[in-house]
């Protein structure tokens, strides 16, 4: 099985994420059908993906390859895979899917950019068939800058999907990484929100605040993970000595099953972060817009090939 280089892809959700992966096809030349229900967000896709494409640096030239659908089945028609990005929302995900395989050829792969809900949940009402054609495309926010795809296998998945799907991700410039078990929030958001589990229990038990966790984070290991690894630190500075932190350390960690109580009650007291202008700190009407935008220099600095120094 194999993806042709300039194979039609549909996405379906035209939000910030469906946006996104839409751009990575539409620059690597691929025509794209943009489908979403809400006929509001769709009209405003072009927009922005041409301001996207202008902060890399890209005209909008490639956007002649765009087609926006509000009919799902015109979306799937000739494409040769679907990557679904609707919200984090199982029941909402799983009847998308029971759309598409009823609109989408047999051997059309259906992909899910689901962050955290397992694979075989999305895909549990679909027929045996139909589901050794369905995967996990995990992308990460926002697609355009950051390389990571989780590529999510199945029990049921057919091998050539998974190698069709990895070629073609490689071929548009990003970095695939095989899932080999579908379980909940796959490798990176496991990885991640272990780390956010235990920032939140530092704050709950009073041993330091939130700045302080954000600055130890930005100030010392966080600089170091773009080009090392937990695991390849772990080995660069020893396999005794990190058993040995280990056996100390461990036995101290928050292990909680249950979400911080510190979440809960700033949660409760609608303190949700920047988007209500408070949450463990208050924000300004300007700080979040300025935060973002230095996330994404940071981003694009990151993406852009080294200069050489004259």
Known sequence: MHIEQHARIAVVGAGLMGCGIAQVFLAAGHPVSLYDPYVNVLSQAPATIRDNLRSVGRDGACLELLTLCSVLRDAVDKAAIVFEAAPERLEL??????????????????ASNTSVIPISGIAANLDEARRRFVIGTHWWNPPYLVPLVEVVRTELLAEPVFAAVMDLLARVGKVAVEVKKDV????????????????????????????????????????RLPVLGPLENAEMVGLDLTLDIHRVVLQHLDASATPSPLLEELVAQGRLGMKSGQGMRAWTEYEPAALKERVAEHLLAMTRPAQAST
Not at 99 to 105: F, M, P, Y
């Open 93 to 110: 995900k799983r009847g998308i899917f029971a759309e598409l395989d009823a609109v989408a050829g047999k051997h059309v792969i259906l």
């Open 184 to 223: 909940p929030g796959f490798v990176g958001n496991r990885l991640q929100h272990a780390l956010w589990r235990e920032a939140f229990a530092l704050v709950d038990a009073g041993i330091c605040d939130a700045a302080t966790v954000d600055l130890v984070v930005k100030n010392s290991f966080g600089m």
